[in-house]
Nanobody
Framework: QVRLAESGGGSVQAGGSLRLSCAASGNAVSSRAMGWYRQAPGKQRELVATITSGGNTNIDDSVKGRFTISRDNAKNTVYLQMNSLKPEDTAVYYC???????????WGQGTLVTVSS
């Protein structure tokens, strides 16, 4: 099975930047779409950004213009560059990968992003 490992989270002040990484291992990683979700305490996970195997991207309106998703297929790694961070961006960020029936229902530990005023 594919395994995912998120990293790069931390605590920053509003207006700061962070770059999240997700290293994937397993079968046919480079041929699958990948994405980033986030979840604040007490709230549902929200899909933030996706990227196809060919590099086509989609960014949610809530972060459009501030976040950028990219991938390095040679390293089986997807990135989320987050600029101009706001307190409302505070959440645990998870990566995911396209599975047999869409996005996988198996979640890793995620990486915590805390944005303070």
């Amino acid at each position: 099975q594919v395994r995912l490992a998120e990293s790069g989270g931390g605590s920053v002040q509003a207006g700061g930047s962070l770059r999240l990484s997700c290293a994937a291992s397993g079968n046919a990683v480079s041929s699958r779409a990948m994405g980033w979700y986030r979840q604040a305490p007490g709230k549902q996970r929200e899909l933030v950004a996706t990227i196809t195997s060919g590099g086509n991207t989609n960014i949610d309106d809530s972060v459009k213009g501030r976040f950028t998703i990219s991938r390095d297929n040679a390293k089986n790694t997807v990135y989320l560059q987050m600029n101009s961070l706001k307190p409302e961006d505070t959440a645990v960020y998870y990566c995911n990968i396209e599975g047999r029936y869409g996005w996988r229902a198996v979640w890793g530990q995620g990486t915590l992003v805390t944005v303070s005023s």
